[in-house]
């Protein structure tokens, strides 16, 4: 790699050629502000606070625009530099409402920030300030089906008009008008209608866009715990965050507050869509699984896992037993089992050592995995493309050696099962499904098998009340993808992590546990203490794979959003994982944990070409 | 007066003036082209360096070097842009060129064109000058009926299209950065340089933007000679030139002359002298962006160096004449209205600073200024100077600085008596104005 050498306030720095003075200096850790600059798109010098000198230049330049070169001398903090910037920071302050007390942005926005950090201590404006569709919160006007706009805060850093134009490919947002008039605008007011549009909140620096999602839900130092995981809603895998409200568990509402994109060049870049971003609810939801239950007639009862476990497994055997007599055992098992791709490799590997266990090597047979794909409208020239797959691990499950079709991401097939199930043959049908509701696509035929009683038994182990597990004989109450430690194999054949960030509500359980109860009451040696156990036993049998070493990726815990800057621009986080910066840290909140290990094994240090 | 005989100029008050015909019979016109398609095009920016000749549209950069600073090597296109946007206060003179002697700028479009390699001329007009353009458009097509432009131009071999596009009206799309975004169809607001324009212009490819006047120069040197451009006028202000003259003088107007022409003779022998034969107050000599200068300044040869080394700029040659009778608290407030409506509005500075300039001068000119007002008025100026994207910024903020700096004493009477101390009589004679 070819690298140049400049000085930065005195200090030698040594950078990859083509890297401009700004990005040379963040990775110095060097604090020079900046708006428009947006490391996952172009660059635009237009908001002029990221002003340095440099030797021999006449004027001022704007860092983020000049590359930098053997031998140049910047400065960032002599007296002409910093009242320069200063002056920059009045200007953008000039007509700003600063009613931080009521904007979402307040407590991690870069414009407080940099202006305690940067800005003059006053202003000298007094004239009223310049105001476009009113004053205060009541100036938010829609932005589309998911964001809101407040113009009045918009300090035209145009990074929502360039994202919409070079990453969406579709320049839904513009300005129109000039000077100090130019406002944000869609056309005819229609506001942003995109499956990337969350976005704009995060590359917005200031409180003007904002997602109806976490608008007026929490506050910055309301949500302190941040846990680094992996989306699963797609194939695609992106990485993400997690983010926890404080609050005590007898409170009300939800701790999962909002999920924003961690930066992995070769998966997500910055982004990540609206699918991913705003469908979390139903994690803690209304019809979140919270206990086992049984059949008991019409109604399913809430049942203790120690009175559940010993009638499934009878329940079972029985079923097993009654078709023993049966020639084909193995072309027709009597128990059969529907698993959707969002099981984790975890899950599908303890259930492959149980249908192994119990039928033979040709166990996986018995297996039908099942997911659903649809096409996401998005412009052809796209920078971020969702995935068509609605599932995170079609691709774990087939290097596991579960039939999953052709295709990179494969084509779900439920025509044997179907068929297996409505001519009687089956004797019960076990269902894993730790997605959301509708993961497993059309369940009404099996449903009805049920009811009709040409499937004597069905157990649906998941996260959710659906009405399959409404029709269900036992129903397990597994954990979603934030509750546990888990990996997905992306449609890149990555092999990702995903994090527990917060517990299983109630009794439900993590999911490969269930699978080593059910195993061990049927009388197989499946000898798991913890996640992290199945894990290394999985890496342990796929030597020369990327399974090989699953067990070294860290399992990240809760952890402080260590400062305001961090927590401000989730986008650019990775920045902050590994560079100083000399910013406040986040103020009044106590859960500071030590000892974690660095996030490097997660988050390449490395800018996007 | 020195005695000098118009060549840009020259049959500008003619009736079919414009006409191909009229060019080719009066002008020697086409003949500049004919003689530079028998060279190389390298000679062609040889003989223009050579000349001397700087561009007219505003920053006096010489013209030869722009050209070959035009990437070479390269497997994309290459364009000329003519900057016909015409937009700083003060200035009209690529308007009588293209009115009244367009072949003159379409042959330059041409020869420009072959110099640096390109077979695309563009003339981006402003956006007010509807009639212009279809002055322009008809004689391009007699151009072409002609061969002096289209396929096998003069049966050299070499090809060139020449079209206009009308802008939709903005100050700042005469910047060059911001004509070419305009061009390719999006807001007119400037770039980010470097990469300058000859090495990514126009769609990404090398492009050179030169003024209309400039480019109209270029017949003129390939059919003359070098030296013979360079040796009308001080040494590198070489060349005719035309200058606007307006404001208080008795014959407003575009006057043609060598850069040895001084401020003085621009206006008592070109324009008439003063208006009412009133006192001269200042002069704004290079259009509304740049510094004023004084009475003893009115002896300063109208060339780029001279009225640099006098404090100002010869910018665009808009020469704005002031008589005794002018505030200059209002000529500031009457300007930064201008600027703070034509800011594009993508730098913070100039975007947020044109309108704040615009409200302290507006308070302070209307009597309800306080004394921390000049200072803010200074402070605000400063913060922008210097610190915007492109040029606008410190045009912008010149005639607040300039004004303060010269007639600080004004800003004070303002503020102190709380109104125009200065204009009492040419008020009550001009009520209208006086309005302001
Ligand atoms: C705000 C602004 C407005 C400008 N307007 C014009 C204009 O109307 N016409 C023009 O020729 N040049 C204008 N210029 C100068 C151009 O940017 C550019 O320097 C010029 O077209 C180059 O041509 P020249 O070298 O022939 O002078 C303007 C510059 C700025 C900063
Ligand atoms: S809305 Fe936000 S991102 Fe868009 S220009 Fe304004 S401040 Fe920048
Ligand atoms: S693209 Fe897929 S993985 Fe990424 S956020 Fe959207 S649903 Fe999640
Ligand atoms: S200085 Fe003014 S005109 Fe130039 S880019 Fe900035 S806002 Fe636009
Ligand atoms: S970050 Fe450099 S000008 Fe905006």
Known sequence: METVTLTIDGQPITVAKGRTVLQAAIEAGVSVPYYCYHPGISIDGSCRVCVVKIEKMPKLQTSCSTLCADGMVVSTREPDVVDARAGVFEFLLANHPLDCPVCDKGGECPLQDFSYTFGPADSRMDFPRRVFDGEGVKADVDFGPTLMLNRNRCILCTRCVRFMKEIDDDAQIGIVDRGAGSEIATFQEQGVHSLLSGNLMDVCPVGAILTRDYRFKSRPWDNPTVVDTTCTLCSKGCNTSAWLKAKPEWAKGSRLIRMTPRYNPDVNGYWMCDIGRFNYHWVEGESRLRRPMTRNGDVLEPTAWHDLQPRLRDRLRQARGSSESAASSVQAPPVRFLVSAHASTEELFVLKQLVEGLMGSEGLNAVTLAWTTSDKAQPAGTKFKVSRTNAPNVNGARDLGYQVGAGNEGTPDLSALRSAIESGQTAAVYVLDPGPDGSLGDTSWLIAARQNGTLPLLIVQGAVMTDLASAADFVLAGSAFVEKDALYTNDQGRVQAASRAIAPPGEARDDWSILVALGQSLGLALAYESAIDVRRALAATMPDTPYASADLLVVTRPVAARNWLQASNPSERWKWDFLYQDLPPVKGHSVQMEGISPRAAYIPLKLTE | MTPYAPILTSHVGEPNSYSLDFYVTHQQGYEGLRKALTQEPGDIIDQVKTSGLRGRGGAGFPTGLKWQFVLKDTPNPKYICCNADESEPGTFKDHVLMERNPHLLIEGCAIAAFAIGARVAYIYIRGEFYHVQQILEAEIEKAYAAGFLGKNILGSGFDCDVYVHRGAGAYEAGEETALIESLEGKRAQPRIKPPFPAVAGLYQCPTAVNNVETLC????????????????????????????????????????????????????????????????????????????????????????????????????????????????????????????????????????????????????????????????????????????????????????????????????????????????????????????
Request: charged share 20%; aromatic share 8%; glycine share 10%.
């Open chain 2, 217 to 436: 120069n270029v017949p003129l040197i390939v059919l003359n000679g070098p030296e013979w451009f360079s040796g009308m006028g001080p040494e590198k202000n070489g060349g005719p030139k035309l200058y606007c003259v307006s404001g208080h003088v008795k014959k407003p107007g575009v006057y043609e002359a060598s850069m040895h022409t001084t401020l003085r003779e621009l206006i008592y022998d070109h324009a008439g002298g003063m208006l009412d034969d009133r006192p001269f107050k200042a002069i704004i000599p290079g259009g509304s962006s740049v510094p004023l200068l004084l009475p003893e300044h009115l002896d300063t040869p109208a060339s780029f160096d001279d009225i640099q080394k006098a404090g100002s700029m010869l910018g665009s040659a808009g020469l704005i004449v002031l008589n005794d009778s002018v505030c200059m608290v209002w000529l500031a407030m009457n300007l930064l209205h201008f600027y703070r409506h034509e800011s594009c509005g993508k730098c913070t500075p100039c975007r947020e600073g044109c309108d704040w300039l615009y409200k302290l001068l507006a308070r302070i000119e209307g009597g309800e200024g306080q004394p921390k007002d000049l200072d803010l008025l200074f402070g605000v100026s400063s913060n922008i100077v210097g610190k915007t994207l492109c040029a606008f910024g410190d045009a912008a903020a010149t005639p607040v600085l300039s004004t303060m700096t010269l007639f600080r004493a004004e800003y004070e009477a303002h503020v102190r008596e709380g109104r125009c101390t200065l204009t009492a009589d040419w008020r009550a004679a001009h009520p209208v104005m006086a309005a302001h």
